[in-house]
């Protein structure tokens, strides 16, 4: 293994341990290369995680290696990188979690082997009330990414009516996410309320390709899932600019609606991404300026609760 590498990050000096060793063994990429790309896309990343609790999916050998998901931030950190106390009633106990209020901290979670970023939808000064309402198209296995496009466009075209703003990103598998802004003024179970009535109405205008079925062996494996579940307590998704634990290191990329229909989500890599940033920026920049609030759809789920239908159970933490 190659010397430790000293980089400097902002202010910060950072020491970079095993720089050359393979992290995605298919395309030879590398801790290294890692580093770079998130430095590549710093203001990105940081817009993506600021001042949220962040689970770390660490893999200390590679992906080649087992996959760690850590809440708890890794020992040794420096006395700079910040953290938020966030309670988990399962464990019974009070967890420090990694709170990014700047790049170095970003690169520090590399340094010690983190590829994946997932931060919850809530911040710092208000744990428990979200304000970024999380729209998870997940397809089944046999859905492909054709469906996924049409059914975007069908949850572009309720946001619309809504007057709401979203903000669409690759999953980085075969997914798509979009993120609305909402100010924090409801707790999970009203935002998750809120979501499955918006997940309902996508699913009455796609009804042969979108379900909203609880049970994984109600869908159709060419159905999609409208995945509501995303904005429970402490269920995160792949923070926008987050590399994957995939083959071809693939990352959560902003797009743009109208490049929708063109979008080839295995082309959005550590190595083509860099090059995109610096053309067109973060496109996920404006999202703080455009809160829309969701007491219209809590009237559309009172409304399908008179008409019977029901709210399938708060899913349990993860681990």
Not at 34 to 43: F, I, N, P, S
Not at 163 to 177: D, E, I, N
Not at 239 to 264: C, I, M, N, Q
């Amino acid at each position: 293994m190659a010397e430790a590498l000293g980089i400097e990050v902002g202010d910060r000096e950072l020491r970079i341990t095993n720089p050359d060793r393979v992290y995605f063994p298919r395309i030879g990429a590398t801790k290294l290369d890692l580093v770079r790309y998130y430095l590549a896309v710093g203001d990105g990343i940081v817009n993506a995680l600021r001042e949220r609790p962040c689970m770390l999916h660490r893999y200390p050998k590679g992906l080649a290696g087992d996959k760690v998901h850590q809440k708890k931030l890794p020992a040794g950190a420096p006395p700079w990188v910040q953290t938020v106390s966030v309670h988990f009633p399962r464990y019974h106990r009070d967890v420090h979690e990694l709170c990014v209020t700047e790049l170095a901290s970003v690169i520090w979670a590399v340094q010690m082997s983190t590829v994946e970023f997932h931060p919850w939808n809530s911040r710092r000064g208000h744990v428990e009330q979200p304000d970024e309402w999380r729209i998870d198209l997940d397809p089944m296995p046999q859905c492909d990414f054709s469906t996924v496009r049409r059914v975007a466009h069908v949850v572009r075209e309720v946001l619309d009516e809504l007057g709401a703003v979203g903000w669409p990103k690759t999953s980085g598998g075969r997914g798509l996410h979009v993120y609305v802004r909402i100010p924090p003024r409801w707790g999970f179970a009203e935002v998750r309320r809120a979501a499955l009535a918006f997940a309902r109405e996508v699913e009455r205008r796609a009804p042969s390709e979108v379900t909203t079925a609880w049970w994984r062996k109600d869908r159709a494996p060419d159905e999609l899932f409208v995945d509501y579940n995303q904005n429970a307590r402490d269920h995160t998704i792949a923070a926008a600019y987050s590399v994957r634990g995939t083959p071809g290191a693939t990352v959560s990329t902003p797009v743009g609606w109208d490049e929708l229909d063109d979008v080839l989500p295995d082309d959005l890599t550590i190595a083509t991404v860099p090059e995109r940033y610096a053309r067109l920026g973060d496109l996920h920049a404006g999202i703080d300026d455009a809160p829309f609030s969701i007491e219209p759809l809590l009237e559309w789920a009172e409304r399908d609760e008179r008409e019977g239908a029901a709210t399938p159970p708060e899913p349990p933490e993860p681990r």
